[in-house]
């Protein structure tokens, strides 16, 4: 099910509610920029919906801490989990990401009250094949070290805007993504020295792409 431009801001808590309990074997839930739902309709999908696959809550602005905990509780068989343009999340909620241990995707652009703290409760999924931090601001070697030492099969890293990551970071992801990173943003990390593509590519042969975001 997906929410398109036109209808998004026309779906509710009851919305939601009436179609996850219609449809308990909904695998896949696009609520992309349906800024009227709240916690509630995450509590519905969390408990309605136990083998929901993929979930995106792009711009669900009044999700809140405790409609994320929701989810990651009840909705163990994530797959993929989208979350872009959430800035309202903090670390009690996006830690608890970790306990989806079948997640293989995530999306965390603009997540800007996340801290190495939360990041290294997510590193605990371990299946993790595509993972964007873009202008997660607070995020530094610390975390994205135990991030490498724990996911090694990503193939796409988004590190956009990042100013706390350093060359220590791009030593660790090389030593464990070496032979799967193939996409990898680092525009505007002004703490790792060198970011031409003709390092990156030394320190990942894989590379084939370089910008995530324009």
């Known amino acids: 099910m997906a929410c398109t431009r036109h209808v998004s801001g026309m779906v509710t808590d009851s919305g939601v509610k009436q179609v996850v309990l219609r449809c308990t074997s909904l695998q896949t839930l696009n609520l992309s920029g349906c800024k009227n739902i709240t916690d509630t309709a995450l509590r519905f999908i969390s408990t309605s919906l136990p083998n929901l696959k993929s979930l995106n809550l792009t711009r669900c602005v009044r999700a809140t801490d405790t409609g994320l905990k929701y989810v990651t509780s009840g909705c163990t068989q994530l797959e993929e989990l989208l979350l872009y343009a959430l800035s309202s999340f903090t670390d009690e909620s996006l830690a608890t990401i970790g306990r989806l241990s079948h997640l293989r995707v995530l999306d965390l652009c603009g997540m800007k009250h996340l801290t190495d703290q939360g990041l290294q409760g997510i590193a605990c999924c371990t299946h993790l094949i595509s993972l964007n931090l873009s ?20 193939e796409l890293l988004s590190l956009h805007g990042i100013r706390g990551v350093t060359d220590a970071s ?17 525009n505007g990390c002004v703490g790792i020295e060198d970011r031409s593509h003709a390092h990156l590519k030394v320190l990942f042969p894989k590379l084939t792409c370089f910008t995530v975001h324009k």
């Open 135 to 154: 202008w997660c601001v607070l995020i530094t070697d610390q975390s994205l070290i135990t991030v490498a030492s724990s996911c090694h099969y990503l």
């Open 170 to 186: 791009m030593a660790a992801l090389s030593a464990s993504c070496v032979n799967t990173l193939h996409t990898l943003d680092v």
